[in-house]
């Protein structure tokens, strides 16, 4: 009897703790771009498919193909260039727009978390190449000191609580919302803003 009490303890304690997550349903919804750009690399498209159990999100036009990838902490692409010149992305320019219309610097691969709010030099996509990269805001990566500390990445929206009814309460705020990133795209000397937005369309439970 005392054994099953125990067991019974054990088991209340560990639904106590539980976590309750799930994953946002995010999706490409827009694409802004300069007018000399509508002009000159004609009409564009926005499209999305599954793939690996994801959904992706792709756009074309006739300066590049983008194929969007939203994670929970970052936003990862792939920049196809369909022009006979470099394309360079300027990161230094380049800025994540939050639910809340606050505009935030981004890191992308490569940069060391350390190095997030130094300047970084532009990555050269070659005519006719492509590049696979993610985008992030570097607001949300910080440094956890302790025994079990190191570098960290919070997510761009929350998707964890301790109970069903905070987890409702928390992602239901967020449905509905949108968020934008601009990325400033250089070619033959002229740079390029083409602004990205993506809006929250759901929440799925784990």
């Known amino acids: 009897m005392k054994k099953l009490t125990c067991i019974l303890l054990l088991i209340s304690f560990l639904q ?3 976590v309750y ?13 300069p007018e000399n750009v509508q002009e000159r690399y004609g009409k564009s498209q926005i ?5 690996d159990g994801e959904t992706k999100y792709h756009y074309e036009d006739e300066l590049l193909e983008i194929i969007w990838i939203p994670t929970s902490s970052s936003f990862s692409f792939v ?19 939050n ?21 970084q030099p532009p990555t050269t996509v070659v005519r006719n190449a492509k590049i696979e990269d993610l985008i992030m805001p570097t607001e949300n990566v910080y440094y956890a000191s302790g025994k079990y500390g190191g570098w960290r990445t919070n997510p761009l929206f929350p998707r964890s609580a301790m109970s069903q009814e905070e987890l409702n309460s928390l992602t239901s705020w967020y449905i509905g919302k949108e968020v934008q990133i601009l990325l400033p795209l250089e070619i033959q000397g002229h740079v390029n803003e083409y602004l990205f937005s993506f809006r929250i369309n759901g929440f799925e439970k784990m």
Request: hydrophobic share 35%.
């Open 47 to 51: 499209a999305h498919f599954e793939e």
């Open 16 to 18: 106590s703790c539980a």
């Open 99 to 119: 639910e809340d219309g606050l505009s935030m610097r981004v890191m992308h691969s490569g940069v060391k978390y350390i190095d997030r709010n130094n300047p």
């Open 21 to 33: 997550k799930g994953y946002y349903d995010v999706g490409l919804q827009n694409v802004e771009r």
């Open 79 to 97: 920049l196809q260039n369909k022009t006979d010149h470099s394309i360079k992305i300027i990161w230094d320019e380049a800025v994540y727009v």
